[in-house]
């Protein structure tokens, strides 16, 4: 059975930092492809990152240079480093996983970015 669970979100102040986790389990986590989504209220679904499992890049516009995906195979687990967070941040995260033709989701994280 795949699961993936995310963890790390919280409520952080603007300007700070947060590292969101997504731990795997139930298929071949070092060949799949891992992505983060986000979801802010009365808004649509958006990418934020991914991760090939070659280990290659890609972020959506707003998040470049704040932002920094990264995975441990070891630990079946892909990273989300989050800084200099701004309000419009503020969003439910979810991690994705592509296997061969199956995406499968996470139930998410709040990430709160308020003062």
């Known amino acids: 059975q795949v699961q993936l669970v995310e963890s790390g979100g919280g409520l952080v102040q603007p300007g700070g930092s947060l590292r969101l986790s997504c731990a795997a389990s139930?298929?071949?986590?070092?060949?799949?492809?891992m992505r983060w989504f986000r979801q802010a209220p009365g808004k649509e679904r958006e990418l934020v990152a991914s991760?090939?499992?070659?280990?290659?890049?890609n972020y959506a516009d707003s998040m470049k240079g704040r932002f920094t995906i990264s995975r441990d195979n070891t630990k079946k687990t892909v990273y989300l480093q989050m800084n200099n967070l701004k309000s419009e941040d503020t969003a439910v995260y979810f991690c994705n996983a592509l296997k061969l033709s199956s995406s499968y989701w996470g139930q998410g994280t709040q990430v709160t970015v308020s003062s």
């Open positions: 139930g298929f071949t986590f070092s060949t799949a492809h």
């Open positions: 991760i090939s499992s070659m280990g290659s890049t």
